[in-house]
């Protein structure tokens, strides 16, 4: 009997699991093969990562969701619980193997030294004697180069930027993981892969510590598609099954498999594209930018209200409150400007969870920015009332004013003249400075610029489409800046 | 004799350390013209902003037309006014000991008391009608319709009517100086205040400003006017008060000062103009 209510609850569960959504998070910014947007349609994301998230969650009898979240913050992000897990190119190291829990491995690869074309010195690491090497921060190409000290290491934030300053000349071999060597110089003759592979870099599903359940089921979903066979056909679509793969899962067929993703790969992004082409693709990538630029428009304008709402309450209260209230007024003024937006972004986004606030990436994003900007806000304000010479207020107050009636009718329509440029300034800062929160997983204006731009290595026509789109929302504001200024300049402040 | 409309007894004032005015006695009746005078630096603005409370007493007590402000009974406690030069809102704060204790009489003073800054201060965001007209709502309550009929009349009186679209930028010093007058006129206040009147004025505009406060010596208004300008206030004052150090060196009628001057101080300043 007790069998059977057991059977019938797991039954139910299973139920449940099933409109369950597997939440995981990876970067739509990794490039080719692991994560990118579809060259033919970008709000497609795809790559082998994808496939494996996807077949993961099948197995678990889950559907999946895939969250966006910049590369950096995917681990701080599972305390969150946004997602649970990642999946994206994480590294097994010791050092993560304290913060999180790893799966079995997806995936083996190993370290790939890429030089430029025309270079027919550099064959292996030991001819780099000397040279300028990049690698990705935190990788373990990086700490391979690290410990070789006849070499000049340099970090970067992502792999395409290492090949650019080697395309470039600034660097003469970039050590990175073997599968974006191999999709990069597939479709950039001006770079090759050269030398023995070395290394071994293992990746894993990283888990929350407290998720033991979720990791026992990814395990086993895992060894089923590595049994079926399931993983390795993905991994053949990608072209990336190779040899260390084959010995550690036991797998020597010698079947052919179809590699239909790398194919396709390669034919979307041979180099030498038309003109024509080329505006195709920047007219595909529109809806993108445009829901992106919803984003960064109603966050700015959301947190600019916000920022001048706080903001007078404290110049108010710097200016008129009682010593102590200013006095603390005065501090969070300073202690906001003082710090680092993006600092405050993390402490809102990733640290306010450990004592029970969690905000909303958006609501994050509002308050992070809302507050920082209310700091600078206030001192405009401050500026804007202690302008209004001290005559305006003894005036009022010989008419027999009350304070506030002087502040409401003399003081502040007076000031609102002098703030309105520095308003308009601030907002359009406010705008640019919305792009930081993408390392909160916001998706806004620049994050898609990166996303849409690591999908076709073009960062510079997509920068100047990004650059515009910024340019062209801010101009309404100016304007209506000029619209206000003209309305309060028609009286003009001059002391009389 | 009537009893005095103005009544200074026993008042003291620092500022920032240093003693400013010292025990001051001073009686203003109504309808009189008294005229404050002496060496720039003696006080005589101070007192007179004294009697707006604009600058707040440490001790003493003012009476204004029956209303007393009685700084004696503050609890006595060692003034600090620090000087918050970057502040210039902080001496109307909470922290404010007199204004606190006394809002309500100082108010009510400053209903009856119209002032005219030596800087004017107009409201440079309102019109030459809503300086005048503007306080008539916020401060007593009227309607527009009924504050822009006393402002228009007040400002016929000055003769500012026909400029009353204007911003006080497009003026010049003296309809200007009209318009301050106007403002302080239109409360229907039974005190005018002005300090320095004619500092920014041509000598024809002086004439104008001489005929003005005639006028309202005639509506029955009592006026104090702080001047260092012998002709203005020769003219002008019933009566004079000679302030020196922050101390009332001597109040006569204008004619007793300037005539004879028992103070060899008073004496001393007059000369400055006769020679």
Redesign the interface.
């Known amino acids: 009997m007790r069998k059977i209510v057991l059977l019938v609850l797991v039954m139910i569960q299973t139920n449940l699991f099933a409109v369950e959504y597997f939440r995981w998070a990876a970067d739509a910014e990794s490039n080719a093969p692991y994560i990118f947007q579809d060259a033919k349609n970008p709000s497609i994301v795809k790559g082998f990562e994808y496939d494996i998230a996807n077949a993961i969650a099948r197995r678990m009898n889950m559907r999946t969701m895939h969250v966006q979240n910049q590369w950096d913050g995917l681990i701080p992000g599972l305390s969150r619980g946004d997602y649970v897990a990642v999946i994206n190119g994480i590294e097994v190291t010791e050092d993560r193997n304290r913060e999180v829990l790893f799966s079995i491995p997806y995936y083996y690869t190993f370290e790939q030294l890429v030089v430029r074309t025309s270079d027919y010195k550099i064959n292996k690491l030991l001819d780099l004697r000397g040279k300028a090497v990049g690698a990705l921060k935190n990788s373990l190409a990086e700490r391979i180069l690290k410990d070789l000290d006849y070499i000049e290491l340099r970090s970067y934030e992502g792999e395409v930027n290492a090949f650019e300053d080697l395309t470039n000349g600034r660097i003469e071999a970039a050590l990175v993981d073997y599968p974006i060597a191999l999709y990069y110089t597939a479709i950039h003759p001006e770079l090759k892969m050269v030398g023995e592979p070395f290394g071994e870099v293992i990746y894993s599903v990283a888990v929350h510590p407290k998720n033991g359940k979720l990791l026992e089921r990814i395990n086993l979903a895992l060894s089923e598609m590595i049994e079926s066979g399931e993983m390795r056909e993905i991994l053949e679509k990608w072209n990336l099954w190779n040899p260390v793969l084959a010995s550690k899962w036991g797998d020597f067929s010698q079947k052919i498999y179809p590699k239909t993703e790398w194919e396709n790969f390669v034919k979307n992004n041979t180099l030498g594209v038309g003109l024509i082409e080329r505006l195709e693709r920047y007219i595909a990538v529109m809806p993108l930018f445009g829901q992106a630029t919803l984003v960064t428009l109603s966050l700015s304008i959301v947190s600019m209200i916000l920022a001048i709402f706080l903001g007078t309450m404290l110049a108010i209260l710097k ?2 409150a ?2 102590s209230i200013s006095l603390a007024a005065t501090s969070i003024i300073e202690i906001i400007r003082g710090t680092p937006l993006l600092i405050q972004l993390f402490i809102i986004f990733y640290a306010l969870p450990g004592i029970g606030i969690k905000l909303s990436p958006m609501l994050a994003a509002i308050i992070g920015l809302g507050i920082n900007y209310a700091a600078y806000e206030a001192e405009n304000y401050r500026a804007g ?2 302008a209004i ?7 009022a ?7 506030r ?1 002087a502040l409401r ?2 003081i502040i ?2 000031s609102i ?1 002098i703030v309105i440029p520095p308003i308009t300034n601030d907002f359009i800062s406010l705008l640019k400075d919305s792009s930081l929160v993408s390392v909160i997983t916001m998706v806004e204006l620049t994050k898609v610029y990166n996303q849409v731009a690591a999908t076709y290595f073009d960062y510079l026509g997509t920068g100047i489409i990004v650059a515009i789109i910024y340019l062209l929302i801010g101009l309404p504001f100016v304007r209506l800046a000029k619209y206000f200024e003209k309305r ?1 300049g028609m ?6 | 004799m009537t009893s005095p409309i103005i009544s200074v007894e026993k008042v003291n004032l620092l500022k920032n350390g240093v003693h400013i005015l010292k025990n001051i006695d001073l009686q203003i009746y109504p309808q009189k013209v008294v005229g404050i005078i002496g060496k720039s630096g003696s006080g005589k603005t101070s007192l007179l902003r004294t009697l707006n409370f604009l600058e707040t007493i440490d001790n003493g007590k003012i009476t204004i037309d029956g209303i007393v402000v009685n700084a004696n009974l503050l609890v006595k406690k060692s003034k600090q006014r620090i000087d918050r030069s970057d502040n210039p809102f902080r001496v109307f704060t909470t922290e404010n000991e007199l204004i606190n204790r006394f809002r309500k009489e100082i108010y009510k003073i400053r209903s009856k008391v119209g002032f005219v800054f030596q800087e004017l201060h107009l409201f440079p965001h309102f019109s030459v009608l809503d300086n005048v007209a503007q306080p008539l709502i916020i401060v007593q309550k009227q309607s527009k319709d009924q504050a822009v009929a006393n402002a228009e009349k007040v400002l016929e009186k000055v003769g500012m009517k026909k400029y009353k679209e204007r911003y006080p930028h497009h003026l010049s010093g003296g309809q200007k100086q009209r318009v301050a007058i106007a403002r302080a006129l239109a409360l229907q206040p039974k005190i005018i205040m002005y300090d320095e009147p004619t500092s920014a004025l041509d000598p024809e505009n002086v004439v104008e400003i001489i005929e003005v406060i005639n006028q309202l010596k005639k509506d029955g208004i009592t006026q104090v006017v702080v001047s260092h300008e012998y002709f203005f206030f020769r003219k002008v004052c019933d009566e004079l008060v000679y302030v020196d150090s922050g101390e009332v060196i001597e109040h006569n009628t204008t004619e007793e000062i300037i005539k004879r001057p028992r103070d060899e101080r008073t004496h001393n300043y007059l000369k400055i103009f006769t020679v």
């Not at chain 1, 009286?491 to 009389?496: A, F, G, I, R």
């Open positions: 200016i008129f009682p010593k009332l202690l010479a001290h005559g305006q207020m003894e005036a107050l010989a008419l027999g004013m009350g304070r009636q009718y003399i329509p007076q003249k309060y009286k003009e402040l001059k002391t009389s």
